[in-house]
């Protein structure tokens, strides 16, 4: 039976949604109060298309000066974070515009979180709560992250840990958000296909927490079935602009919060959680991990047999997947669910397994296992709390 948790919501990103968006940008930026802007992007592909020239020329026009930070990497690093905030400081920057992925705007909400923290941002990711951040605006050229909409940011400690972490604070959202999905039709086949698989992940951990509302509930299904249904669209149509702004919308709803109402908002012990510790240990695409990761998480949640966690997994695969409903034997329902699961992901083109991946390796899953990051219990909580020994299980039945 589900039950109502007390909640909090607040979204307040503006949205520019459509064709030639991001002509508008100085415009945001003024409405926001930005009068010194800083650049935050990766390599050569927003330059390729344009995107650099029109964000360029639109501020230069408007007389709003920037500066630039450039080769963000996926998996964003907290190294070049404190490069930009120093650099940020030192020019006076109060706005950040992230052009580019997710991990451009991760990386823009880490420097944003020191310029008005006096310049420790890494606090917030350790444990501290922030109550203030520097303003943030995002073009995204790719969906997948969700980032541009919601109040997480990860980052990758390659100064210490080796770790990636992660926060969830609604002082975190952007203030605008530019979304043209035109901007996405040069993300090759495997960076769709992947990253489609990030979007349904999002969604995917929420779905998988209890307790919820039957109108979240409803939320959470008709995301999954657009990304679903869409998704290999996008990847054997890349300029099908329909496919492109569905994937869009779906990537932004998917984590600002609208698919979480009324659940546990911290996504520990599921899919993204296991997924960390590939893709900090080995630097591969954070949707191509969870590819491999949410089918296997799945099996691992019913083969545990409480009755909860069936039920909520045969509704999954009824309502995302359109299996026969059974509920005499929501095993068998579930389990075809799975199976639905991982051949709409390989019909993609994304892995489903660590050879595919291309990390399979001796010694790959003590490796795997000692890098988890459990409580002092030694469990991964959540909606199945996961010690090491079910965490090495999971890995395990998808080697190869």
């Known amino acids: 039976m589900k039950t109502f948790t007390n909640f909090s919501f607040h979204m307040f990103t503006d949205i520019l949604f459509g064709k030639d968006t991001q002509s508008q940008v100085a415009q945001m930026i003024k409405k926001h109060g930005g009068t010194k802007v800083m650049l935050v992007y990766g390599g ?51 706005f950040l515009l992230a052009i580019g992925g997710g991990s451009a705007i991760d990386t823009a909400k880490a420097i944003a979180l020191g310029l008005a923290n006096g310049s420790d941002f890494w606090q917030f990711y350790r444990g501290a709560v922030p109550e203030k951040i520097a303003k943030v605006g995002t073009i995204h050229t790719i969906a997948a992250a969700g980032s541009e909409t919601s109040g997480s940011t990860v980052i990758l400690d390659d100064l210490d840990t080796g770790h990636k972490f992660g926060i969830m604070y609604s002082v975190c959202r952007p203030v605008f958000a530019i979304m043209n999905p035109e901007l996405t039709y040069s993300v090759g086949h495997y960076q769709t296909a992947v990253g489609t698989a990030d979007i349904f992940a999002h969604t995917f951990d929420r779905y998988f927490m209890e307790p919820a509302s039957h109108l979240c509930d409803e939320y959470c299904e008709g995301t999954l079935r657009t990304v679903v249904k869409y998704g290999p669209i996008a990847v054997n149509k890349p300029c099908d602009y329909e496919a492109r702004a569905e994937l869009m919308l779906s990537g932004s709803f998917s984590h600002n919060d609208l698919t979480s109402i009324g659940r546990f908002t911290l996504l520990k012990g599921n899919s993204h959680a296991l997924e960390a510790n590939i893709s900090a240990l080995y630097d591969t695409a954070h949707g191509a991990g969870l590819a491999v990761i949410m089918p296997a998480y799945l099996q691992h949640l019913i083969a545990a047999g409480a009755p909860m966690h069936l039920n909520r997994a045969a509704q999954f695969a009824v309502k ?12 068998s329902v579930a389990e075809e669910g799975v199976s639905r699961l991982r051949a709409w992901l390989k019909s993609l083109g994304a892995p489903v397994t660590f050879k595919e991946l291309g990390v399979l390796k001796d010694g790959l899953l003590d490796e795997m296992v000692a890098h988890c990051r459990c409580d002092d219990k030694g469990l991964q909580p959540g909606y199945l709390s996961l010690n090491k020994k079910a965490v090495e299980s999971i890995f395990a039945s998808v080697l190869e």
Do not use: C, H, W
């Open 44 to 94: 050569g592909s927003v330059k390729k298309i344009g995107l650099y020239d029109t964000v360029t020329s639109k501020l230069n026009e408007a007389g709003i000066p920037f500066v630039e930070l450039s080769g963000v990497q996926p998996n964003p690093r907290r190294s070049l974070a404190i490069k930009g905030l120093e650099t940020a400081q030192k020019e006076g920057v109060d």
């Open 320 to 331: 995302v997947f359109g299996v026969e409903p059974d509920m005499s034997n929501p095993k």
